[in-house]
């Protein structure tokens, strides 16, 4: 049994409010629902956790260190600024993959640069919160091989 963390940034607590025709009108709180049945029904161990403040997001990789073997993340504005989050996830060697609800190549052209996409397994960008099934699927492959 292995731990998947999922980590959100700032202004996703409010999926669901939050310009529905750009990031869908789920909530967060759906969203980590149907990710925790996935992760638990294949024998894992679920963690999410959202902050809108740079520090706590870097403070929650540090901690997964030794005690997580997959993160899922949209560091959501963060994406495209944080060397210090990005720093963080290559500092703990966890591999992790980055989610986009929206399609940032599609949208104004600060959100097509982002500071994670070289240094993570993978990137989803523009399926909505499929997207993050998608993700799970894809971390539950790789702890499969691990094995
Ligand atoms: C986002 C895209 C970012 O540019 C934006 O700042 C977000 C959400 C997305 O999921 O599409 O907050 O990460």
Not at 64 to 68: D, S, W
Not at 74 to 82: D, I
Not at 107 to 115: A, G, K, N, T, V
Not at 127 to 130: A, K, R
């Given at each position: 049994m292995s731990k998947i963390l999922v980590l959100h940034g700032p202004n996703l607590n409010l999926l669901g409010i939050r310009e529905p025709d750009m990031?869908?009108?789920?909530?967060l709180v759906g969203i980590n629902g149907q990710l925790k049945g996935k992760i638990t029904a294949a024998g894992h161990e679920f963690e999410a956790f959202q902050s809108n403040a740079e520090h706590e997001l870097v403070d929650k990789v540090q901690s997964?260190?030794?005690?997580?073997a997959f993160i899922i993340i949209?560091?959501?504005?963060?994406?495209?600024?944080?060397v210090a989050l990005r720093d963080a996830l290559t500092g703990v060697s966890i591999p992790f993959i980055e989610v986009h609800l929206s399609n940032i190549f599609k949208?104004?052209?600060?959100?097509?640069?982002?500071?994670f996409t070289d240094v993570a397994e993978g990137s989803i960008v523009g399926?909505?919160?499929?997207g993050y099934s998608l993700a799970v699927e894809a971390a539950l492959q790789h702890l499969s091989k691990k094995v």
């Open positions: 990031y869908g009108s789920e909530t997964a260190r030794g005690n997580t949209n560091p959501g504005a963060f994406t495209h600024t944080s949208r104004e052209e600060f959100r097509r640069h982002s500071y399926l909505g919160s499929l």
